[in-house]
């Protein structure tokens, strides 16, 4: 693969029409995200204190489906056995997972232009 400074403007301008053509498609689907709740999402396996049960040597009870969330400094963590609820909780992680992939691209957008702009720029020398 070639280095980026022997690329040349028109190769350049692709990868940046490519990237823009990925974050236009990303703030199209976070400008319209739906229905979320707040905190992330924990799969929990528990024993039961039951001396006599298979979990207290072997497989623990679970798996069980918890949400956490800070509240006045302290996390919480509530359990959730409703499907709606689970979906919620996973279209949070999505929107947040689509807006570092939305930095991402833009740190890389604006790394291109940086190398376009160099390309095209001359010392002014009498």
Not at 4 to 33: F, M, V
Not at 37 to 51: F, L, M, R, V
Not at 91 to 106: G, S, T, V
Request: charge should be positive; include cysteine.
């Amino acid at each position: 693969m070639n280095k980026i400074s022997d690329l040349k403007p028109d190769e350049i301008r692709k990868a940046i029409w490519g990237l823009s053509q990925k974050r236009s498609r990303l703030q199209s689907r976070l400008s319209s995200p739906s229905a979320m709740i707040e905190g992330c999402i924990h799969k929990i396996y528990k024993k039961c204190g039951n001396p006599k049960c298979y979990c207290a040597i072997g497989k623990k009870h679970g798996p069980y489906w918890a949400i956490s969330r800070k509240i006045e400094g302290r996390t919480k963590l509530t359990y959730v056995s409703n499907d709606n609820i689970l979906k919620k909780a996973f279209a949070y992680k999505r929107y947040n997972k689509d807006l570092a992939r939305l930095r991402k691209i833009d740190e890389r957008l604006y790394s291109w232009l940086k190398v376009l702009r160099d390309k095209k720029t001359k010392a002014y020398e009498k």
